[in-house]
C-alpha cells in the first residue's frame, strides 16, 4: 500500500478557492472510503467530508456544505476537495484519510476513528 499524498494547500485570501489533491503513489485505494479532515490550530482533529468507494454516496460537515465538494477519480486513484468562498475560519492543516475496512459500495462514515490510514497534512491558511 503507497502513501497518501496531500497536495494543493496555500495561502488564499477570504472569499477565494483551492482545490486539494490527495494520490496515493504506487497504490491504489478504489475500494476504501475516503475522508478530509483539519485541525485548525489549537483545536482538535475535525471530519469535513467523505465520500463512499463507488463515488455516489457522501457526507458532509454543515460548517462547510455548500462550500465544498469532496470527489474521487478512481482510475488516477486521486481524491479531491474543491473548497470555495474560503473563511478565515477554514485555516488549518487539512489531511486525506483512508477507512481500509470492507465495506458497501455506498457506504459512508464521518467517524475519525473509522479510518486507519492518513496522509500528512497540507496546510491552507486563508488570511481575512
Known amino acids: 500500500q503507497g502513501q497518501l499524498v496531500e497536495s494543493g494547500g496555500g495561502l488564499v485570501q477570504a472569499g477565494g478557492s483551492l482545490r486539494l489533491s490527495c494520490a496515493t503513489p504506487?497504490?491504489?485505494?478504489?475500494?476504501?472510503?475516503l475522508g478530509w479532515f483539519r485541525q485548525p490550530p489549537g483545536n482538535d482533529r475535525e471530519f469535513i467530508t467523505a465520500?463512499?468507494?463507488?463515488?455516489?454516496?457522501?457526507a458532509v460537515a454543515d460548517s462547510v456544505k455548500g462550500r465544498f465538494t469532496i470527489s474521487r477519480d478512481n482510475a488516477k486513484n486521486t481524491l479531491y476537495l474543491q473548497m470555495n468562498s474560503l473563511e478565515s475560519e477554514d485555516t488549518a492543516v487539512y489531511y486525506c484519510?483512508?477507512?481500509?475496512?470492507?465495506?458497501?459500495?455506498?457506504?459512508?462514515?464521518?467517524?475519525?476513528?473509522?479510518?486507519?490510514?492518513w496522509g500528512q497534512g497540507t496546510l491552507v491558511s486563508v488570511s481575512s
Open positions: 504506487g497504490g491504489t485505494f478504489s475500494n476504501y472510503v
Open positions: 465520500i463512499s468507494s463507488s463515488g455516489t454516496n457522501t
Open positions: 484519510a483512508a477507512d481500509r475496512a470492507s465495506h458497501s459500495a455506498d457506504y459512508v462514515t464521518s467517524r475519525l476513528h473509522d479510518y486507519d490510514y
